[in-house]
């Protein structure tokens, strides 16, 4: 029987940095983390939330007059929505023309998502590519995405998922038969400082790490550069850490940017780290050269953050 669904808020197509070949990334909703930096602040809650885009707005009122709880209303020159008193029904993303109000993720069946990433099939096979869940965080979903992963291998099509690492062992233990590659998140080891930044000690996120490599399974250690938090003596630690598994030779850097900071505003969330200046190339530089002294293959890139 198949499982509950699962609410993604992107299916991004055509991605080179998220494993082999061309794939395509399921981005699912729901983390245990709270990165300061994150870009993606549409997956956290786990919930379907309302973005509000007041560049699109027209002024039209259409979305008041639907509003069952009238928690939409004008203040000065923009529209506010109260999110306390907001029950989530999204009527006035129905009702929006303009799509200045839309909902942050869709509900999908694991059969109705094998057929949107089938419709790709053919240049999964034709690159040696194939399905990549991120997020948010897809192993809190394992049931999920076990059936999915499990239908794109019988279709020979190879497998990945994005992890920050922090959830139960068993998880992993549940998908890793469906999983060809994990790609598996480091941010910081110093655990006061892990908790500063995403909310979370590192305990659970480095034990499993070190249980995944026993089970011979393929992993690519990912590392969000972030300016002045990890990109110096940090960095170089978590680097010395990795070099001492055999089994891990290749990392991937992803260089802090400001693509998903516009989200914050439309999710009426703040944001810690909205100066943060993201050009920080010498530094990924630096960072690269120092790994590769280290024996590690280095690549620049990927759809998390």
């Known amino acids: 029987m198949e499982h509950e669904k699962i609410n993604v808020s992107n299916i991004q197509r055509f991605c080179v940095h ?9 981005f699912v909703v729901g983390c245990p983390l709270r990165c300061k930096w994150c870009q993606n602040p549409e ?27 009238k928690c939409i209303q004008w203040s000065e020159d923009t529209l506010v929505t109260d999110l306390n008193q907001c029950d989530r029904c999204f009527n006035c993303v129905e009702a929006c023309p303009f799509q200045a109000r839309q909902k942050s993720c869709q509900p999908y069946s694991v059969d109705a ?3 949107e990433l089938m419709k790709d099939e053919v240049f999964y096979k034709n690159t040696e590519g194939g399905i990549t869940m ?11 995405c076990f059936e999915l992963l499990n239908k794109v291998k019988q279709k020979g099509i190879h497998t990945a998922i994005e992890t920050c690492g ?40 480095l034990s499993n790490l070190k249980r995944l490599l026993k089970l011979k399974k393929e992993v690519i250690v990912r590392i969000p550069l972030i300016p002045d938090v990890n990109d110096g003596e940090a960095f170089k630690n978590i ?24 989200k914050y505003e ?13 050009d920080n190339s010498d530094s990924v530089e630096q960072c690269k050269k120092y790994a590769e002294r280290k024996g590690l293959k280095v690549s620049i890139g990927g759809s998390g953050l």
């Open 18 to 26: 998220d494993g082999p070949g061309i794939r395509t990334v399921v």
């Open 43 to 69: 997956t956290l809650s786990g919930k379907c939330e309302l973005m509000f885009n007041k560049e699109l707005c027209a002024a039209c009122d259409l979305c008041i007059n639907t509003c069952p709880e």
């Open 113 to 115: 998502l094998f057929k």
């Open 134 to 144: 991120s997020g948010g965080e897809p192993m809190l979903s394992p049931d999920f």
């Open 166 to 205: 922090f959830t139960k062992w068993e998880n992993f233990v549940k998908v890793a038969p469906v999983v060809d590659l994990f790609l598996y998140d480091i941010k910081l080891l110093d655990k006061d400082k892990h908790i500063e930044w995403t909310g979370q000690d590192n305990e659970i996120i």
């Open 239 to 262: 680097v010395n850490d990795i070099a001492q598994y055999n089994s891990i030779d290749e990392i991937h850097i992803l260089p802090f940017h400001q693509l998903g900071s516009s």
């Open 266 to 278: 439309m999710l009426g969330m703040s944001y810690a780290l909205e100066n943060l200046e993201e």
